[in-house]
């Protein structure tokens, strides 16, 4: 097995168009772990995610996934490699069955009953719905049916943009509870994310991102135990987080 961290960016820079969107992104995701993306509206994230997915093309620096160099490699090429991307918008099909929604997600169509029902335990919701329109779930059950898409498959990467967002304070609270059973899977995650309680009861490591630029690197504890740490960081990251 390789040394070192299973995903880092050193340097990397994404023109989108004309625009130069990131402008010195620099990011080390230890295997195993969650890594947590903070930044405020528009410093980034996203287009970090999918600079690393192969959505979009780096126009310098370097992603090394494994160790080995992947900018600028296609996103199907990314996917078969062991990384897996649940947008914003969650790309589920709304018309059909969430067994449907699952099966598409399979590579071959096909996957071991065994993780289905880890996955279906961990979001006991996709199991109610099974034969259901995945159109009639809230947006919280849509979250993990787009979560559990991308893990219906056993992954060395997952990149998950904003889970929490747009979700009522009980079903985050919820969502950690999944999220802290995904961990014990030692799966490695990337999670953008813009709630701190969120961020804060999951992450190991951190990355502050503004301006395209990283600006803080460290461990989570690290910066929920230093108030000065967070002020500066936070009150530049998040706006009225509590
Ligand atoms: N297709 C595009 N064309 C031009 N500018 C874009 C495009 N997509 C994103 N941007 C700009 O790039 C910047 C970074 O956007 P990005 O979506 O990565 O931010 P973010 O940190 O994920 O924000 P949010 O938390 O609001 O989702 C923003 O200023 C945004 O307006």
Redesign the pocket.
Known sequence: MTEGPLLSLAGVHTH??Q?H??QGIDLEVPRGGMTVLL????????????TIMGLLAPSQGEVRFRGQPIGGRRPHANARDGIAYVP?DMGIFAGLTVKENMTLAAREGAFSADRLDWLLTLFPALRKFWESPAGVLSGGQKQMLSIARAMIEPRDLLLI??PTKGLAPAIITAMIDAFRELKRSETTVLL?E?NFLFASSLGDTVAV?DD?RTVHRGTMAELTADAELQERLLGLSLEGHS
């Open positions: 989108i168009g625009y969107i990131l930044g405020r509206n528009g410093a980034g994230k996203t287009t970090t995610l999918k914003e943009d904003e953008v813009q991102v395209g």
